[in-house]
């Protein structure tokens, strides 16, 4: 929504200066009611929604799930290894900026209605109807208020003459001059001045703004004059020359129209003087027009440039995402305490299973920029937005569901540790009993310092083999690890299957897979 919102005041400016820099040529050969008809162009243009996926390049509408994931924890593991995490801003820049903009343009377009308002009320308090001068549903009256003739209302249609019109104009300008103003509700210019002070009210910061609404008001009484005299004879040009200098006048509040209130009566003048109906330039005029407002819109509608800011901002978010870096190791489960020694008379309890190795550790990902803290997409053509609550939420999700994978593994492993130091433990227990059942001698003794393995022959002695050996079998040790890997590879397949952890466990279990390969391929 924001980059819409800002795309639209950007084309829509944009436009405003196209419109400046042509309206005087085309007026000059098509006709003022061509240039008039070109402030279509920004004004449909605030008006334009985002264009559909199928006919404009698609932004990032919806990051994938385990991107979002995989940002939030990001920005809660970072914590991790001295760094501290990602904190939300104290202060929402975007929403104060939001909230001026949006108070500036209610208190302009609330000032400008009131001033309007208060000046037809003024005008219409002590006026005087001239029924004889009304025009269908258009009524005409005269106020001492009026410096000059101006329409005024949309529904209740009114057109309001000063009180001295008797004195201050013949009568052909006085014809005229209400006919400017019935013009101008015939062609709905009250409802357009009201248009455009919305849009104005919209751009109540900025200059570009302002000077094109002064040069549309202009053209709004060109083409008028243009209309009036589209059939005039040289008498009448010369009646609605004297007829405008004679309603000369400050200027009205904006949504007003006012004979003499143009800011340029010069350009009304000249115009008045060299210009000549043409029907078949003025056919050309509206086609060039409709293919300038056309073509306007296409060239500036949402999703074209945004688009390509869009672009940019996925293939940032893309560079961000993790590349397997390794936590710190979770160090291995302490090995359980030696046995006391065996004394010469008793045989030597099997030496234990080894350890397996330690469950490796999930990767992590690098820190989430303060950047993407907040990110905003688009989903379906309705805008949306990440905030700081929202980020904290999806943090805590993570570290939740990682908390519960580790906790799987950790379980799984020590599961496997149980296991083995049970085998141990029976082992043991079955040697002690074998001792006790069959008396057993020593037969032969070792140096001291020197390596020995106790035997138990059939017959309950035992034999002690002295100098260096093998006492475990390294074949049936591999197979005890892999074994133990490959149960704590099933214990961590199953617990990490979440989408948002695939990319954690899909490089946990190519470490345990790796080790399995290394183990297996010893001889």
């Given at each position: 929504m924001i980059?819409?919102?800002?795309?639209?005041?950007?084309?829509?400016?944009?436009?405003?200066?196209?419109?400046?820099?042509?309206?005087?040529p085309v007026a000059r050969h098509f006709g003022p009611h061509i240039a008039y008809g070109l402030w279509l162009l920004p004004a449909l243009r605030m008006l334009l929604p985002p264009l559909p996926e199928t006919v404009a390049p698609v932004p990032i509408h919806v990051l994938?799930?385990?991107?979002?994931?995989l940002l939030a924890a990001a920005a809660a593991l970072h914590t991790d290894a001295g760094t501290a995490a990602v904190d939300a801003p104290s202060v929402n820049w975007l929403l104060l900026f939001g909230c001026a903009w949006a108070a500036g343009a209610l208190v302009f377009l609330f000032w400008h209605i009131w001033t309007y308002r208060r000046f037809v009320r003024a005008a219409l308090a002590d006026a005087t109807q001239l029924p004889r001068f009304d025009r269908g549903r258009i009524e005409v009256c005269a106020s001492p208020a009026a410096r000059g003739p101006f329409a005024a209302g949309i529904f209740l249609k009114t057109v309001v003459l000063p009180e001295d019109y008797r004195r201050r104009y013949e009568r052909d300008e006085l014809r005229l001059a209400i006919e400017h103003e019935?013009?101008?509700?015939?062609?709905?210019?009250?409802s357009a001045n009201f248009a455009a002070l919305v849009v104005l009210a919209l751009h109540w910061w900025n200059p570009i703004a302002h000077f094109a609404h002064r040069a549309f008001r202009v053209d709004q009484e060109l083409a008028c004059d243009a209309l009036v005299l589209a059939q005039a004879t040289p008498f009448e040009r010369h009646a609605?020359?004297?007829?405008l200098l004679k309603s000369a006048c400050d200027r009205l509040p904006v949504a007003a129209c006012a004979l003499g209130a143009g800011d340029d009566l010069k350009r009304r003048l000249t115009m008045m003087k060299i210009y000549r109906w043409n029907a078949s330039r003025a056919r050309l005029g509206s086609m060039i027009a409709t293919?300038?407002?056309g073509g306007g819109l296409l060239l500036t509608a949402s999703n074209g440039i945004a688009a390509e800011t869009t672009k940019r901002v996925e293939q940032q978010v893309r560079t961000i995402l993790p590349v397997a870096a390794p936590l710190p190791p979770v160090p291995p489960a302490a090995p359980p305490a030696p046995h006391a020694a065996v004394p010469p008379q008793a045989p030597a309890a099997p030496d234990a299973p080894p350890v397996p190795p330690a469950l490796p550790a999930l990767p992590a990902v690098p820190a989430v920029p303060a950047s993407l803290v907040s990110i905003s997409w688009s989903s379906d053509g309705q805008d949306q937005m990440l905030d700081a609550d929202d980020i904290r939420e999806i943090q805590e999700s993570a570290?939740?569901?990682?908390?519960?994978?580790?906790?799987?593994?950790?379980?799984?492993q020590a599961d496997a540790l149980a296991d083995a130091?049970?085998?141990?433990?029976?082992?043991?227990?079955s040697a002690r009993e074998a001792v006790r059942a069959h008396p057993v001698t020593v037969t032969k003794n070792c140096p001291k310092g020197t390596p020995f393995m106790a035997k138990v022959s059939d017959d309950g002695h035992a034999q002690v083999l002295c100098g260096a050996f093998s006492p475990v079998d390294r074949a049936k040790l591999r197979k005890q690890i892999i074994a133990s890997l490959e149960q704590t590879r099933a214990s961590l397949a199953a617990s990490l299957n979440d989408e948002w952890a695939r990319r954690t466990r899909e490089n946990a279990l190519a470490s345990i897979d790796r080790e399995i390969v290394r183990l297996k391929s010893e001889k």
């Open positions: 980059s819409w919102a800002i795309e639209t005041f950007v084309a829509s400016t944009l436009l405003m200066l196209v419109v400046l820099a042509v309206r005087r994938p799930a385990n991107v979002e994931a019935v013009q101008h509700h015939r062609r709905c210019d009250m609605y020359g004297s007829a293919g300038l407002v570290r939740e569901a990682q908390r519960e994978a580790w906790a799987a593994a950790r379980e799984a130091r049970e085998a141990a433990a029976e082992a043991r227990a």
